[in-house]
C-alpha cells in the first residue's frame, strides 16, 4: 500500500521565524512528489519535484527532494501570516495510465504575529 | 476561466437519502478525481477517471458511485447517505499521463449526514 507521511502534523512559530515542513513516502513506481497549500478551500500547487537533489524555489519558499532515501522538504524563511495554512505532500504513482495522487495528512502551520 | 466548479457548496442529508456531487471542468482535461478530506486524514482518494466512459476505484470506493459520460463533467454519487459520509469533497482533474501535471481542485462540497 501506498504511504506518504507528513511531519510534524502542527507547527507554531512567530513571524519572521523559518520553518522546514518534511514528508517521506513509500510508494511503488513514483513520478513525482508535489506540495499543496491549503488555506479555506481548495489546495492550492506550490512545486513538483520529479528529480532528486534539485532545489525549486519560490520566493520565501523552496523544496527538495531525495529519492534515495525517499523523502522531500519545504522550508519557507522569513514566515508571514499569510503562510498560515495546511501544506500537504502528495506522490504521484503511476500505473500505466492510472496515475493518481496519494497525500499525506498535511501539516498545520500557524504564524504568530 | 472557470477551471473546475462543485456543485451544491454545501448540503445536509439525512441517513439513507441519496444525492449526486458534480464535477465540471473547462480545460479539457483527460484525468479526473473525487477526494473526501477528513481532520487529521488528509485527502483520500475515493474514485477516479482516466478519460470519457471511465471509471477506477480510489483507495475508499466504498458506498460511492461514479460516472463520466462526457469528459468534462465526472459525478459522484451516494445511494444510501450514512453519517461515516460526512466530509468535505474535493474533485480535481489533470491534462493526463502523458502531460500529466499538477492537479486543478474545485472548491469543495461539505456534506453532512445527520
Known amino acids: 500500500e501506498d504511504k506518504v507521511v507528513q511531519s510534524p502534523l502542527s507547527l507554531v512559530v512567530h513571524e519572521g521565524d523559518t520553518v522546514t515542513l518534511n514528508c517521506s513516502y513509500e510508494?511503488?513506481?513514483?513520478?513525482?512528489l508535489l506540495w499543496y497549500k491549503q488555506e479555506k478551500k481548495a489546495p492550492t500547487f506550490l512545486f513538483m519535484l520529479?528529480?532528486?537533489?534539485i532545489e525549486k524555489k519560490s520566493g520565501r519558499l523552496s523544496s527538495i527532494l531525495d529519492k534515495k532515501e525517499l523523502f522531500s522538504i519545504l522550508n519557507i524563511t522569513a514566515t508571514q501570516t499569510g503562510d498560515s495554512a495546511v501544506y500537504l505532500c502528495a506522490v504521484e504513482v503511476s500505473n500505466f495510465g492510472n496515475e493518481k495522487l496519494t497525500f499525506g495528512t498535511g501539516t498545520r502551520l500557524t504564524i504568530i504575529p | 476561466n472557470a477551471g473546475v466548479t462543485q456543485t451544491p457548496k454545501f448540503r445536509v442529508l439525512k441517513t439513507g437519502q441519496s444525492m449526486t456531487l458534480l464535477c465540471a471542468q473547462d480545460m479539457n482535461h483527460e484525468y479526473m478525481y473525487w477526494y473526501r478530506q477528513d481532520p487529521g486524514m488528509g485527502l483520500r482518494l475515493i474514485h477516479y477517471?482516466?478519460?470519457?466512459?471511465?471509471?477506477a476505484k480510489g483507495e475508499v470506493p466504498d458506498g460511492y458511485n461514479v460516472s463520466r459520460l462526457k469528459k468534462q463533467n465526472f459525478l459522484l454519487g451516494l445511494e444510501s447517505a450514512a453519517p461515516s459520509q460526512t466530509s468535505v469533497y474535493f474533485c480535481?482533474?489533470?491534462?493526463?499521463?502523458?502531460?500529466?501535471?499538477?492537479?486543478?481542485f474545485g472548491n469543495g462540497t461539505r456534506l453532512t449526514v445527520t
Open positions: 510508494v511503488t513506481n513514483f513520478r513525482s
Open positions: 520529479t528529480s532528486s537533489g
Open positions: 480535481a482533474s489533470t491534462r493526463g499521463a502523458e502531460f500529466w501535471g499538477p492537479l486543478h
Open positions: 477517471s482516466v478519460g470519457e466512459g471511465t471509471t
